[in-house]
């Protein structure tokens, strides 16, 4: 069964503390996996998808990377703004389309 | 920037009672789908709808749940006789191509609130 797991489940930085979030994910033929960001009452917000191992996207201060396994996204110097709920997506092969989420990490940034 | 538009943002309803949610997709965008999200869970697929068909639906859209592009421009889902476990936060998406897999991937609304009681 296609899975998502991310953690930690909430994190929490100090301004210009940079992390890394985890999603791990198990998936038969991973066609991508894709990141989201959340804010309190709004529907999430694209940010990357990223399709094979290896694969690196960036911006600002936010970065993807993917393993075969897992993904991680490194938030470097973060800023209060970027306090969020960051959602990790996969999207399998076949014909469906649909994604498989993780719960989130909920992540604050203190100034 | 384009967005995709929901009303109503909250609805309370009784329990069998039915509700209509509509959405109003990016203009050029082909695909839609609906997700859910109950509160402290995950995102949940619902039904991903192209060229006027469902294309993928998952096991809870089942015989209660329907979606219709009625015209141009809305899409909307209907729940017949809701129940109290279809509460949760409803997420129209769009997209300009099929899954979402390219560099701007699903364009998602505010979400309506659903609560049944």
Known sequence: EDQVTQSPEALRLQEGESSSLNCSYTVSGLRGLFWYRQDPGKGPEFLFTLYSAGEEKEKERLKATLTKKESFLHITAPKPEDSATYLCAVQGGGNNRKLIWGLGTSLAVNP | ?117
Not at chain 2, 49 to 69: C, H, L, M, P, T
Request: hydrophobic residues 30%; proline residues 3%; glycine residues 6%.
């Open chain 2, 1 to 117: 920037e384009p967005e995709v538009t929901q009303t109503p943002s909250h609805q309370v309803t009784q329990m069998g009672q039915e509700v209509i949610l509509r959405c109003v997709p990016i203009s050029n965008h082909l695909y839609f789908y609906w997700y859910r999200q109950i509160l402290g869970q995950k995102v949940e697929f619902l039904v991903s709808f192209y060229n006027n068909e469902i294309s993928e639906k998952s096991e809870i859209f089942d015989d209660q749940f329907s979606v219709e592009r009625p015209d141009g421009s809305n899409f909307t889902l209907k729940i017949r006789s809701t129940k109290l476990e279809d509460s949760a936060m409803y997420f129209c998406a769009s997209s300009a191509r099929r899954g979402g897999t390219d560099n701007y991937g699903y364009t998602f609304g505010s979400g309506t609130r659903l609560t049944v009681v």
